[in-house]
């Protein structure tokens, strides 16, 4: 995986209910140092997030994007930066090509930065990351971190207690390619899917 895409509320930081103040914003633990491995591997990381409170009135852009630069202000202390961040500012009643499981911000990554889909990622905490992460074609990371774990019953996923656990029915587009407690062991499970893949080729 070359490039990987991220979630941003109950997967990179804290899940507060329509966050607006930078000041309440806060990395969930063990998130810098596994964002810190992908960057010293080489990945590009991207972030692409749903934040429908614009939508419906209850924060401004400006809002969502102090955040996103405390976010940055952050990680940048642990060497680790966003190549782009994206968010969709709709509510869902707007039917707009943006919000996630809408594959709008994949379109305008891969227009941006020429990401291939092959060697692209993405781990979110909801079905609706897992469900955008299907349509555009990518392996698919789904962690119990934030709503993960409500996510992953409403799936009928069983929940490990530590590491990462892979689907057998995969396939399926309502289906992540693995379920990990967390991002740490996301960034794990990326970092063994060659051998998953040849496995699979057997």
């Known amino acids: 995986m070359r490039d990987i895409l991220f979630d941003r509320d109950g997967t990179l930081i804290e899940d507060r209910h329509y966050l607006s103040d930078p000041a309440q914003l806060a990395l969930l633990p063990g998130v810098a140092p596994a964002l810190r491995r992908l960057v010293r591997a080489g990945c590009r990381l991207y972030m692409v997030s749903n934040q429908s409170g614009v939508g ?8 969502v994007q102090a955040c996103n630069e405390r ?13 782009d961040m994206l968010f969709c500012p709709h509510s869902p009643e707007k039917n707009c090509a ?5 594959t709008g911000m994949w379109d305008a990554l891969r227009g941006r930065h ?5 060697h692209t990622a993405m781990i979110g905490d909801k079905s609706d990351d897992v469900r955008f992460s299907r349509a ?3 392996r698919t990371v789904l962690v119990l971190t934030g709503k993960g774990r409500d996510h992953a019953a409403e799936l009928g996923l069983p929940l490990p207690d530590a590491g990462f656990w892979t689907p057998h029915a995969s396939s399926s587009p309502d289906l992540p390619h693995a379920v990990a407690v967390d ?3 996301a960034v794990d499970f990326l ?8 496995l699979g080729q057997r």
Not at 114 to 118: I, K, R
Request: proline share 4%; hydrophobic share 45%.
């Open 136 to 138: 555009a074609g990518l």
């Open 98 to 102: 943006c919000r996630k499981p809408r």
């Open 56 to 63: 419906r009135g209850y924060f401004s852009m400006e809002s």
């Open 183 to 185: 991002l740490a062991a």
């Open 191 to 198: 970092a063994d899917t060659p051998r998953h893949e040849a």
């Open 71 to 83: 976010l940055a202000q952050l990680l940048a202390v642990h060497d680790v930066h966003f190549t």
């Open 114 to 118: 020429g990401l291939q889909a092959a």
